[in-house]
T-cell receptor, first 113, second 112 residues
């Protein structure tokens, strides 16, 4: 099993450009999450999904959109990138609910110039 | 904020020594989890302790939970250079909506 995979691994955007980050998991997990991690900080939740076709806002959702059209995929979109969105983005999934361990992808390092 | 807070922010020890890091939180939890992050990598789950448990072990890891003090500790015994990483606690609450919050982490350096 590949677990949780993320594409791309690195990306550089100019201010105002858009892009989509793809997260895929092969563990048949219901819950999926997008986090951002900034230097010296823990992870902050951007959006999450509790099942196919559902999405919900986390702690820092502004400037991001998500979609979960298929159970195994969770997409994170940046509509108009800003330098404040320079960060490392992690996707994670968990089997049933918040109460269980999360499995993380390797991360996407995004730089917005 | 309901966020868990790790202490210390950074810890440097010699190989073979024990490392202890702490996590404090503010409201009642369902469970508390510890994760490790090696530099440039994703987080890896280490151990989960439920609110009705006081201690759990996994290999060289020992986690304790004191719900009266709203705190947890992670002990790594006989540390190795490969234990060098950042360690995060995540607190899970019984709320609707987002109820899983990470602390800012403890950076552990194990010197050979």
């Amino acid at each position: 099993n590949a677990g949780v995979t993320q594409t791309p691994k690195f990306r550089v955007l100019k201010t105002g450009q858009s892009m989509t980050l793809l997260c895929a998991q092969d563990m048949n997990h219901e819950y999926m999450y997008w986090y951002r991690q900034d230097p010296g900080m823990g992870l902050r939740l951007i959006h999450y999904s509790v099942g196919e076709g559902t999405t919900a806002k986390g702690e820092v959702p502004d400037g991001y959109n998500v979609s979960r059209l298929k159970k195994q995929n969770f997409l994170l979109g940046l509509e108009s990138a800003a330098p404040s969105q320079t960060s490392v983005y992690f996707c994670a999934s968990s089997a049933v609910s918040w109460y269980y361990e999360q499995y993380f992808g390797p991360g996407t390092r995004l730089t917005v110039t | 904020s309901q966020q868990g807070e790790e202490d210390p922010q950074a810890l440097s020890i010699q190989e073979g020594e024990n490392a202890t890091m702490n996590c404090s939180y503010k409201t009642s939890i369902n469970n508390l989890q510890w994760y490790r992050q090696n530099s440039g990598r994703g987080l890896v789950h280490l151990i989960l302790i439920r609110s009705n448990e006081r201690e759990k072990h996994s290999g060289r890891l020992r986690v304790t939970l004191d719900t009266s003090k709203k705190s947890s500790s992670l002990l790594i015994t006989a540390s190795r250079a490969a234990d060098t990483a950042s360690y995060f606690c995540a607190t899970v609450f019984d709320n609707y909506g987002q109820n899983f919050v990470f602390g800012p982490g403890t950076r552990l350096s194990v010197l050979p």
